[in-house]
């Protein structure tokens, strides 16, 4: 009788942010719970001093730090860089599904580069807090 042995899916898992690092941490335990599933979790670094204690919190380290924050770089800049550096993380770890959550520059340079690499990403919710598409976190307060 052969056996064939499968070799696991390889799931590469993008966060950066605080509400990213909570809502994908059920996501990678479970995944690290499944036989044929291997979670290659990769930090941008958008919110570094928010995510670690969280990760660290469940258990989880990153398996790729990118790092990429840098003194008064904006949104566009990291995103620029995010794309390019997560679509090299994604080839280096031969990830085989990319996983992103939310709104997040994060999420979209994730998503986009696992796009450009022809990988299938999954996304896990999003939705606008405010009615500002420009500011999505930053709440407006109601005058009565």
């Known amino acids: 009788m052969t056996v ?64 990429l924050m840098t003194e008064g770089q904006g949104l566009a800049d990291l995103a620029g860089q995010a794309i390019s550096r997560i679509a090299a993380a994604l080839d280096d770890a031969d990830i085989d599904v990319v996983i992103v959550q939310g709104d997040t520059s994060t999420a979209l340079a994730g998503a986009l580069a696992g796009f450009y690499r022809r990988i299938p990403v999954a996304h896990v919710e999003a939705g606008l807090r405010t009615d500002d598409r420009l500011s999505p976190s930053r709440r407006r307060s109601i005058a009565a």
């Open 4 to 67: 064939l042995v499968q070799d696991p899916i390889r799931v590469g898992v993008v966060l950066g942010t605080r509400p990213e690092a909570i809502k994908l941490a059920p996501v990678i335990d479970a995944l690290r719970s499944r036989p044929g599933y291997e979670p290659v979790v990769i930090s941008t670094g958008q919110h570094r001093d928010l995510v670690e204690p969280l990760l660290g919190h469940f258990g989880i380290v990153a398996d790729v730090d990118l790092a």
